[in-house]
């Protein structure tokens, strides 16, 4: 596993989308659970984490709501809306597109030319 | 879009509740990432560091955050107020300048605005009132203008002019209502059926008058007032069918009107069928208008005013061909004109009210001209701050919000006091009697007109801001920054600005000032006008006689003038049907033997009056021949009359009118109906003392009209005021259920009568003092300032020699040449403003030069006071702090 890779411009939103999207959160743990699901290979800026998830909440794609934390402590936790659900599911189709375009792109060898 | 303005909207409102959660929520974090390193090994102290530091600032992730929540415009717009109230509060005396003129200013604007809303610009009360129109004989060639309508065009028009929907006729009355002995006078008014119909609203309880309640037989039925139902039957369901002694009659209540009915400004309380004979609605009664019957109509959905005048003439036409009169009356220019109810009813006090308006705001205009002028020079003071802030990279935008925020702060705050000063404005109105003007009861400033004087406000806020914003981003920042002096220097774009908006202050005073010189001119010149008669000493009033027997009245008429004469102090006592200058007095016809109409002359109209006792002598009529009309010879029915000066030269140039014949109506009937011309008096204003037609009339025997309607005037030897309770008893005497109303002196009648004349002169008066105030102000300032911005050359010219006087005549040729240039194009402007208010004005021409000339002394002599100071000032500063630039 060699460093971890800068983000590309808007994808945290699409991240933070799909870690809500399996268990609710709060921004401390939306932040863990990228780093899991993507095995450390991302690396999330901690001070670009909150701005996104109040911009996502002014959106209404994730809702918020106070909770307890695992140890007792009081924190906001953070779920995927309807519209939130639409919106990964967008968001992940494309970037699938993309990412498949661009690999394609990047594979093509000299005799496909 | 929606849901995101509603998430802002909760940020806002519980703004508290948001900055804590976020404080917390990003506490928890960088303490849950401390435990994790710990978890971890790293040491605690460590741990927090580093927690901290991989975080990065709070702060500025806040403000991102706020950022994402769309809370920054806000944040930055709290700030940005701040800002401006700190600054405003720094500088008190500006401020309190800014404050007062806007409130005057908007104050006045919200009162005239108030008048105009209520009588020119809210619709009638009544569904879709805008296809309500009333109907008018006119007669122009004969001089009378409006003769309402008869009750013959009534039944004539009814269902016969497709574009109405429904047509209805009214007149107004009193009547004295209520058991003997408590007995009150009410006003009342006859409606057809349809009148409610055409209206749009009917009564709410009950019903409303039935065709057959139009015979004299069967109209002893009666339509309450909601007021008049709350305050006699306590707003009783069950009060249909009771019954009201109306004029010593019985009448059954069939209806009750709904809260709030009010039909133009009449005080009706009670309503009652429009009862007539059936010769009353003959086609020979046709012209019988006489202005106490009027018409409404509305018209159909679809049809136009046009349409109904067209049809309505087509009718006329038609009709006039079984006319007797058919020639006279064609001769006479006779015409029925269809108008728009609404503006028929304020038609006379419309241009009035919108000349006061523009005065209003031209003062507004004034007001706003000093406000920038004030904003300039303080914009320039801190010239250099927002110059070194804009190249520390402050924004454009920044700059303009920043300014738009201090003005509208300024003009909102100068909106709420104007408010309050418009409340007060309606008061001052009120005591000028505006609640007498058509539809001026209702005049009040509510929460719409309250909120558009704040819109107002706000606008002008942006507006103010216009020229500030260009002044700091004008491209002066080097020289702002470079320059020595303190505030900056004063460009040569910006004083000029300064200057043409005091040439243009200076102007709209003097067309102000002028406008009110006019109006008060003519107000003056109008109460100069001698009524014909001598109205000192004379007591007036109206007594309603409730008799239907013609003898009865005549013996009440003998008894009243009997009793009045012997009271000590009462010199005269008369009676007549119509008091002149009252309102009330209509034209009517009389006829001339001997007198052949020449081709092209057309039939005259004069005002007619029933005169008892020492009506003459009472009034102060002066005689210029013959003989007054005595009590006896409306005891005795002799056939005399008098005709005045006015009358008798128009039919008897060359001889005297005394033992002439006359007959009253437009048509000569048998010789015993004649009346023979026993005297002629000098000729009195009737209809108002601005008349500039003389009509003539003639005065007949009060027992030969059959005219109901009764006034009586006594000349008294003391003040007449005194005299009013002496009378109210004498009729009470007589009998207890007559009421006398109206009790004023004559002279106060006739004051009255120039109200259309007095308010305006007086509100103009104010509105002009005001500017000439503003217009002192904004020299002032502008002055002052220019004087502290060239402290440093005139410190340097008086260290080299130059004498004070010199620094001063300086200053004073600046304000000279504006003056000057202000005066000439206020000249131009108060000619033009004279010559579009000509209607207004009374013997007045429209540019009268002493006016103008008094008008460019006053603005003149105050506007030299205000920079006398200021340029005194200079002369007294000391070249030596001047250089050391304290």
Known sequence: MGKPAELLPGTLDMLILKAVSLKPLHGYGVLQRIQQISRNALEIPQGSLYPALYRLEHQQLIAAEWGVSDNNRRAKYYTLTAAGRRRLREETAGWNRLASAIGAALSTTPEEV | MLRRLRSLSRAIKSRSDFEQGMTEELRFHIEQYTDELVRSGVPRQEAVRRARVEFGSVDSVEEECRQARGLRPFDELARQLRHAARLLSKTPRFTATALLTLAVCIGANLTIFAVVEAILLRPLPFPDAGRLVTMYNTYPKAGVDRDGSSTANYYERRGTIPAFASVAIYSYGAAVVGEPGSTELEKIAAVSPDFFTTLGVGPSLGRGFTEAETSLDDDNVVILTDIYWRKYFASDPQVIGRQIRVNGASNTIVGVLPPGFRFLSSDTRLYFPFATRPEDRSS???????????????????????????????????????DPEAKMIADAGFRSVVAPLHEDYVRSIRPVLLWMQAGAFALLLIGAVNLTNLLLIRASGRAKEIAVRQALGAGRWHVISEATVETTLITLAGGLLGLAAGGFGIRLLSILAVDRLPLGGHIAIDFRLAAIALLGAAVMGIALAVPIAWFNLRGHLNSAIQSEARGGTSSRAAQSLRHGFIVAQIALATVLLTGAGLLGLSLKRAMAVSPGFRPDHVLSGQISVPYSDWDAQLAFNERLLQDLSSQPGVRAAGLVNVLPLSGDNGKSSATVEGHVRQPGESPRGNYSYGVDGDYFAAMGFSLLEGRFLTADDSRRGRRVCVVDDDFAHYYWPHTSALGQHLFEGDQMASEDQGFTVVGVVGAAKQAGLTDLTAQGAVYYPYALRRDGRLSVVVRTSQRPELFGLTLQKIVRQIDPDVPVND????????????????????????????????????????????????????????????????????????????????????????WLAGRAMRTLLFEVPSLDVTILAAAVGIIGSISLLACLLPSQRATRISPVDALAGL
């Open chain 2, 743 to 830: 009790v004023v002196p004559m002279d106060t009648r006739i004051a009255d009568s120039l109200v259309a004349q007095r308010s305006p002169a007086l509100l103009a008066g104010i509105f002009s003092a005001i500017a000439v105030l503003l217009v002192a102000v904004g020299i002032y300032g502008v002055l002052s300032y220019a004087v502290a911005q060239r402290r440093r050359e005139i410190g340097v010219r008086m260290a080299l020699g130059a004498r004070p006087g010199q620094i001063r005549s300086q200053f004073l040729a600046v304000a000279l040449r504006l003056l000057i240039a202000g005066t000439i194009l206020g000249a131009v402007g108060a």
């Open chain 2, 284 to 322: 020979t009664q046709r012209h019988s208008g006489g202005n106490s019957k009027q018409m409404i109509a509305r018209l159909k959905p679809g049809a136009t005013l046009e349409q109904a005048q067209a049809q309505i003439d087509a009718q006329n036409r038609a009709l006039e061909g079984n």
